[in-house]
């Protein structure tokens, strides 16, 4: 991992391979290191670039609320910081996800392709977006603990939970070193991100969608119904898994990753 300056904070990167870069964006309340088993992998043939967004993992902390756009923004910057002069091949899980769709939209140019992971395209409700206000507020007064006893649950299969606990165990040690600032801050701006189901209908960029068969947060038939309104996207459904499947299922994901950039 490297830090590097994009304006107001320093950013914590995982830069490995070399060739066409792909830049994978972690789910909410995670780090870089969910990519793991894809950037082993994919970095033998592909420049590897892992990030751990602004208050999250080993980046800078900012309080208050960082929106998906400011997200978008830090990664642009990031990308000029180490000289990524070509399109990237974007893929985001979740909240990583929404903030490609916003790369997507404020710097096209960057953007090559996107691998679309058990994410939405949708805005919170109202009942929603105050769920994740006053969980930020619970966040900050109790501690990082608020979010993994409410995020874990819903993160994982059945089949992981009982299979893997290790993967299980391993993410909740991950949200738990977060700092609840940047959790806070996130869960603000989640509250507060833009539908995008219109930019969706629009896309022209090759699309690879990604959904765990068990995912209870981005559901298969969710996915299925904005992917199927972007003229040549493809979705997978990965069997077993639940909504952290480039985590519960590396393998089979992979491969689909690999089917998907060699049709580039």
């Known amino acids: 991992m490297k830090r590097i300056n994009v304006g107001d904070i320093e950013m914590a990167v995982s830069d490995i391979g070399r060739g066409q870069p792909i830049l994978f964006i972690h789910g909410f309340p995670l780090d870089h ?18 990030v751990d967004l602004r208050g999250f993992g080993a980046s800078d902390v900012t309080a208050g ?9 830090d990664l642009a910057r990031l990308l000029d910081a180490l000289d990524v002069n070509q399109p990237v091949v974007v893929c985001g899980l979740s909240m990583g996800g929404c903030i490609a769709w916003q790369l997507i939209r404020k710097h096209p140019q960057r953007v090559k392709a996107f691998i679309a992971c058990d994410t939405r395209v949708v805005a919170d409700t109202e009942e929603g977006a105050q769920t994740r206000y006053k969980t930020a507020e619970k966040t900050l007064a109790e501690g990082a603990s608020v979010v993994a006893d409410a995020m874990i649950p819903k993160l994982f299969s059945d089949q992981t939970r009982n299979n893997s ?84 299922s590396p393998q089979f994901v992979n491969e689909a990753i690999e089917r998907f950039l060699a049709r580039l």
């Open 65 to 73: 609320t960082v929106s998906m756009e400011q997200f978008a923004d």
């Open 165 to 248: 606990p290790d993967i299980v165990d391993k993410t909740r040690q991950v949200i738990l070193g977060n700092s609840p600032e940047g959790i806070a801050a996130g869960l603000r701006g989640l509250a507060t991100r833009p539908d995008v189901s219109e930019q969706a209908r629009t896309l022209e960029l090759p699309v690879l969608a990604i959904v765990g068969e068990h995912d209870a947060i981005s559901p298969v038939e969710e996915m299925r119904g904005w992917a199927s309104s972007i003229s040549g996207a493809e979705l997978v459904v990965v069997p077993g898994a639940g909504h952290m499947a480039p985590l519960e």
């Open 33 to 50: 290191s969910m990519w793991d088993r894809q950037a082993e992998r994919l970095s033998k043939k592909y420049r590897v670039l892992a």
